[in-house]
């Protein structure tokens, strides 16, 4: 993905011909949770393969808890059979509304129809193939947003800012509160 402006980090640039203005390629991010090492060994492969950066844990709380400081553009959660999957997106969606990519062990209807309500966004049963994981990677990640909001600068009017990355907007005297999407964008409009 390229970007034209000040604020993104810079991992890759080019002067354009012609006038100062500088390309920045920004490479997405993506989490992948997985409570199985050699599953959350070949998720990651495969989603470095397909372009992001790719940062991998097994515990989802631990993730979400450090949300503010390590925000990503994807998350693919694989839980163990055991785990609640519809209890770990709920988790998420109180937190981020990236898009979320759900690999699941028997995968009926009922539970699918749950996970998607829930806020998944695709649900895969395991086992899942490398090249269908990539390609419902790339859809989710061409129709995200064309600009992370973890990039774009925190914006100040008088007293109250807005923090794109959090969906926070604190306003002097009280508590800082999170934005819902809608609320966001309406705020975001130019």
């Not at 508590?175 to 409009?189: D, N, S």
Request: glycine content about 4%; proline content about 8%; some cysteine.
């Amino acid at each position: 993905m390229y970007l034209i402006g000040p604020y993104w980090s810079i991992l890759n640039y080019v002067p354009s011909a012609g006038d100062k203005t500088l390309i920045m390629e920004i490479q997405m991010r993506a989490i992948v949770i997985a409570s199985d090492q050699d599953e959350r060994e070949v998720f990651t492969l495969i989603l470095r393969r397909s372009g992001l950066a790719v940062a991998a844990s097994s515990d989802p709380q631990r993730s979400l808890t450090n949300w503010t400081h390590h925000p990503a553009d994807l998350m693919v959660i694989a839980p163990a059979e055991e785990q609640a999957p519809v209890k770990i997106i709920q988790e998420v969606r109180a937190v981020t509304q990236v898009p979320l990519l759900m690999i699941i062990d028997l995968l009926t209807e009922k539970t699918l129809c749950a996970l998607l309500k829930g806020g998944a966004d695709i649900v895969l049963g395991r086992p899942v193939s490398p090249q269908v994981l990539a390609a419902h990677v790339q859809v989710l990640m061409r129709r995200s947003t064309a600009v992370p909001s973890f990039v774009l600068p925190i914006l100040a009017l008088n007293e109250i800012t807005l923090d794109p990355s959090t969906r926070m907007v604190t306003v002097p005297g009280q508590e800082p509160q999170r934005l819902t999407q809608l609320e966001f964008r309406l705020l975001c409009i130019p």
